[in-house]
Nanobody
Framework: QVQLVESGGELVQPGGSLRLSCKAS????????IGWFRQAPGKEREVVSC????????YYTGSVKGRFTISRDNAKSTVYLQMNNLKPEDTAVYYC?????????????????WGQGTQVTVSS
């Protein structure tokens, strides 16, 4: 059974850092591209970052470039999203999702499985 479980979300002050984890089970992570998405209250879900299979290019949405870093540890079946210099506008539920495409895709409908999400709140 394919399962994705996000963790690491919490309340943090502006300027702080968090590392989100997405633990995969029921499949071999090596063969999947992983995306991180987020949904803020009253807004549509948006792609934040993506890391493809193999050595392809990662993707970051403009508002997080230079602050967020995506990485994967296939041996641990885990994908990470390191988030630095957090801003109130980063407040959202963060989701990880997977697909079998070789390169990053930004379209939600192209992802096959999703986690349940983890809440990130940036506030003083």
């Amino acid at each position: 059974q394919v399962q994705l479980v996000e963790s690491g979300g919490e309340l943090v002050q502006p300027g702080g850092s968090l590392r989100l984890s997405c633990k995969a089970s029921g499949f071999i992570l090596d063969y999947y591209t992983i995306g991180w998405f987020r949904q803020a209250p009253g807004k549509e879900r948006e792609v934040v970052s993506c890391i493809p299979i193999g050595d392809g290019s990662t993707y970051y949405t403009g508002s997080v470039k230079g602050r967020f870093t995506i990485s994967r540890d296939n041996a641990k079946s885990t994908v990470y999203l390191q988030m630095n210099n957090l801003k109130p506008e980063d407040t959202a539920v963060y989701y990880c999702a997977i697909n079998r495409r070789r390169f990053c895709t930004l379209l939600e409908h192209e992802y096959d499985y999703w986690g349940q999400g983890t809440q990130v709140t940036v506030s003083s």
